[in-house]
Nanobody
């Protein structure tokens, strides 16, 4: 089994910052990609940022220049530094961990991020 747990969500004013963490544990032999998704009420879940094992990153256009994804391979942990937060960033943020040889990623339960205007 693989367990995925997010942390670091909360309430912040517009323009503020938060740092999310996601740790994978259990039967983790080789992690390929680690990603952050978010879902606001009534909206589709969308990819926010992704980092692969080689260090390549991808970002949604809406967060480029404001969010930074990073990874600590020794800790099987991925981070999302969120700066200059906007009310439209309000959502539940989910971590997805892709394991080599396993067909589907493992998902965390999510952490709420609320940005007040």
């Amino acid at each position: 089994q693989v367990q995925v747990v997010e942390s670091g969500g909360g309430l912040v004013q517009a323009g503020g910052s938060l740092r999310l963490s996601c740790a994978a544990s259990g039967s983790v032999f080789s992690i390929n990609a680690m990603s952050w998704y978010r879902q606001a009420p009534g909206e589709q879940r969308e990819l926010v940022a992704r980092i692969i094992s080689g260090g390549t990153t991808n970002y949604a256009d809406s967060v480029k220049g404001r969010f930074t994804i990073s990874r600590d391979n020794a800790k099987n942990t991925v981070y999302l530094q969120m700066n200059s937060l906007k009310p439209e960033d309000t959502a539940v943020y989910y971590c997805a961990v892709g394991i080599r040889g396993i067909w589907a990623p493992y998902w965390g339960p999510g952490t709420q991020v609320t940005v007040s205007s």
